[in-house]
Every structure is written in C-alpha cells, then in structure tokens.
C-alpha cells in the first residue's frame, strides 16, 4: 500500500518560513521524481518545486529563490523549505511521486494547509 504522507503545515506571518515533508512508503523512493503541487481556493492545482530521481530541480518563477526542494532517499523523505512567504503563498500543498516510466503508478498525498497572514 503506498502512503504519501504530508507534514510541516501551519499558519505563518508574512516574512516567515515553514519546512514541508513528504514521507513516502510502499514505493522504491529513490526510482521516483518527486513535486510539491498547491492548490488556492478558487484555482487550479500549481506546481511548486520538483526535483528528480538524481537530483535536479525546478522551480516555479513565483517561488524561485525563496523556496527549497530537496529529498533525502535513505528516509524516503522530499521535503520542501519556504522562506520570505507571502500571503499569496496561501494553499494546501501536496506530495506528488511521479513515476519515471507509467504515469499510472503516479500518487499523491492528502495535503496540508498553509496560511500566510498577519
């Protein structure tokens, strides 16, 4: 059975910083390229932050140079680090394991919350 299991969410100040993580289980972790999405109220699910099996990472412009992916394949663990956040930054974000070769064996987790606000 394969879980996708998000944590690190909360409610933050302008100007503040949250670290998420993603443990995953019930898949060979360090085969699969892992994504942070969100989703705001009222839009459509957005790509944060992915960073592939060996390593490499990309970066939504609205994002770059404030947030951080990064995994940790011996924890089965992505974790993504957000600082100077934004109200904008308001969504539930979730976990995303993509598959290198069968998007059918694509999962994700249930989401956290993260609100910024004063």
């Known amino acids: 059975q394969v879980q996708l299991v998000e944590s690190g969410g909360g409610l933050v100040q302008p100007g503040g910083s949250l670290r998420l993580s993603c443990a995953a289980s019930?898949?060979?972790?360090?085969?699969?390229?892992m994504a942070w999405y969100r989703q705001a109220p009222g839009k459509q699910r957005e790509l944060v932050a992915a960073i592939t099996s060996g390593g490499i990472t990309n970066y939504a412009d609205s994002v770059k140079g404030r947030f951080t992916i990064s995994r940790v394949n011996a924890k089965n663990t992505v974790y993504l680090q957000m600082n100077s956040l934004k109200p904008e930054d308001t969504a539930v974000y979730y976990c995303k394991a993509a598959h290198p070769r069968d998007r059918k064996y694509d999962y994700w987790g249930q989401g956290t919350q993260v609100t910024v606000s004063s």
């Open positions: 019930g898949i060979t972790f360090s085969m699969y390229d």
